[in-house]
């Protein structure tokens, strides 16, 4: 037996490679949600909106996780706590640095059970006067385009190669390179989004979801 929880907590690739990593959790899936439905020519038809249409901010639906789980193993009070502690739901319209409606915080759900599984919980939130996050019936669900599924577990960027890798990584107080002087500071690849990989041993390093500038003139990420 699964249930199944809906949220919307920005952008949907980091929420959904978050939830993804829950014990309990079987399947994720990113989509759309809370917007206004779009009729086709063929009677009874919705429409459903895409990626560039969201991001407008036209249709008024939010980037939303759809999550499969084990009520055995996780329960859904569980994940709304989860919700609440990877994104920052006193921010309206806004996580981070993407801005837009679609980036607001909705929790929707399925029972009166949920809702009230809900409230119990945000009346324990110590910042509970500042939450903006919508409470929504859930409506229908818009899967989105493929290539947003599982994005971050799909996406990679490499740093450099092995020989550069010693250069810049061993005895780094002497060989490092100078500030703001690397690829990796400049404009157009701290857009890109990704995993770091380490290029000797492959393991992953961090998300681009969690740089920053930490006004050092290198990158930095918080863990």
Known sequence: ?????????????????????????????????????????????????????VLSGRTGHAETVKVVYDPKKITYPELVQFFFKIHDPTTKDRQGPDIGSQYRSIVFYST????????????????????????KKKTRFHKAEDYHQRYLSKKKILTE???????????????????????????????????????????????SENMYDSKTGWPAFWD
């Not at 107080?173 to 492959?202: D, M």
């Open 161 to 207: 190669n092995e020989s550069v890798f010693r250069k810049i990584c061993i005895n780094n107080t002497k060989r490092a390179e100078k500030k703001y002087s690397g690829k990796y500071s400049k404009p157009e690849y701290l857009l890109k989004k990704g995993i770091y990989i380490c290029p000797v041993c492959e393991n992953k390093l961090y998300s």
């Open 1 to 53: 037996m699964t249930d199944l929880a809906i949220f919307a907590a920005g952008c949907f690739w980091s929420v959904e490679e978050k939830f993804s990593r829950l014990r309990g959790v079987l399947n994720t899936e990113v989509g759309y949600m809370g917007g206004r439905q779009r009729k086709t020519k063929r009677r009874g038809q919705r429409k459903r909106p895409t990626y560039e249409e």
């Open 112 to 135: 009166k059970k949920e809702k009230e599984d809900y409230v119990r919980i945000l009346q324990k939130q110590g910042n509970r006067d500042r939450i903006v996050t919508e409470v």
